[in-house]
């Protein structure tokens, strides 16, 4: 069974410095794999995907991953935090074309001004 | 705003009633999926329809049920509720394989 792993449950980083969520995957074939951002009292909102090709993959509000296979990882980083980043962040794994995702259990970002 | 809209917001109820959550998304996402979030954890999937037919279970006992209607609506049912369902229940859709989920809001319940 597939399984994710976030290693950090909480992370502080200050404006304008450069931040990186780890993520470790555990899945017996190619994995489909996604962040996803989750603000107090809301739904989810796709940041970023992978299904193949590039392993330098790009999201939205300047977020990018990339896949390792060999460390089975898929970091998520942004060079310059903002204030609004603050937020929960969900590290998935996807079986079937993304159909079930499998969730780490989220980081929590702060950022201080 | 992903066009994926959850009703109610909010539910309170007690021990042994039964819920149902509304899912509404946009014309063509002919794919639903049921996800529960308890409190400081990760979400988890419940199940999948495709064309109003489950195709996809997580490990939740039947007592959780579905059902997804032609005008791409769905409900989530859970009878003879536990305190431990008491969580945050997400819809997720999609137009169809590899292609974006859209998740809602969400409906929280509370169930004492």
């Known amino acids: 069974a597939q399984s994710v792993t976030q290693p950090d449950i909480h992370i502080t980083v200050s404006e304008g410095a450069s931040l990186e969520l780890r993520c470790n995957y555990s899945?017996?074939?190619?994995?489909?794999l996604f962040w996803y951002v989750q603000s107090p009292g809301q739904g989810l909102q796709l940041l970023l995907k992978?299904?193949?090709?590039?392993?330098l993959v790009q999201g939205i509000k300047g977020f990018e991953a990339e896949f390792k296979r060999s460390q089975s990882s898929f970091n998520l980083r942004k060079p310059s935090v903002h204030w609004s980043d603050a937020a929960e962040y969900f590290c998935?794994?996807?079986?079937?074309?993304?159909?079930?995702?499998?969730f780490g259990t989220g980081t929590q970002l702060k950022v201080e001004l | 705003e992903t066009g994926v809209t959850q009703s109610p917001t909010h539910l309170i109820k007690t021990r042994g009633q039964q819920v149902t959550l509304r899912c509404s998304s946009q014309?063509?996402?002919?794919?639903v999926s049921w996800y529960q979030q308890a409190l400081g954890q990760g979400p988890q999937f419940i199940f999948q329809y495709y064309r109003e037919e489950e195709n996809g279970r997580g490990n939740f006992p039947p007592r959780f049920s579905g059902l997804q209607f032609p005008n791409y609506s769905s409900e989530l049912n859970v009878n003879a509720l536990e305190l431990d369902d008491s969580a945050l229940y997400l819809c997720a859709t999609r137009a169809g394989i590899q292609e974006t989920q859209y998740f809602g809001p969400g409906t929280r319940l509370l169930v004492l």
């Open positions: 014309s063509g996402h002919n794919t």
């Open positions: 992978y299904f193949s090709g590039d392993t």
């Open positions: 899945y017996g074939a190619t994995p489909y």
């Open positions: 998935a794994v996807g079986t079937g074309g993304g159909n079930k995702l499998t």
